[in-house]
């Protein structure tokens, strides 16, 4: 069972930038789609941005234009760039792998999720 380890959030205005790191207990990258997820109180996981093992990227729409994945694999270390951040982006944000790049399910591919790194846009 794959193990993420998640840090880079905090508090932040709205308006300003956070980036994000996730780093596996194994290099996936070059097997995996990844993506972040992010989970605000009440609400179940939903995906924020998904990367496939070829470097293709896709977005949810809520931050299109805002957000970037960016992954390096000498590091072994995934990354989302937070632009322009919003009141409605505070939440906790999560890194895992996905079962499929194309599946628009975005279902996980490991049960194990880690502690996350908290994000909260507020003046």
């Known amino acids: 069972q794959v193990q993420f380890v998640e840090s880079g959030g905090g508090l932040v205005q709205p308006g300003e930038s956070l980036r994000l790191s996730c780093v596996p207990s194994?290099?996936?990258?070059?097997?995996?789609?990844a993506a972040w997820f992010r989970q605000a109180p009440g609400n179940q996981h939903e995906l924020v941005a998904k990367i496939s093992p070829g470097g293709t990227t896709n977005y949810a729409d809520f931050v299109k234009g805002r957000f970037t994945i960016v992954r390096n694999m000498g590091q072994k270390t995934m990354y989302l760039q937070m632009n322009s951040l919003e009141p409605e982006d505070t939440a906790v944000y999560y890194c895992?792998?996905?079962?499929?790049?194309?599946?628009?399910?975005?279902?996980?591919?490991?049960?194990?999720w880690g502690q996350g790194t908290q994000v909260t846009v507020s003046s």
């Open positions: 895992n792998a996905l079962r499929s790049f194309i599946d628009n399910a975005n279902a996980p591919r490991y049960d194990y």
């Open positions: 194994e290099n996936i990258f070059s097997l995996y789609a």
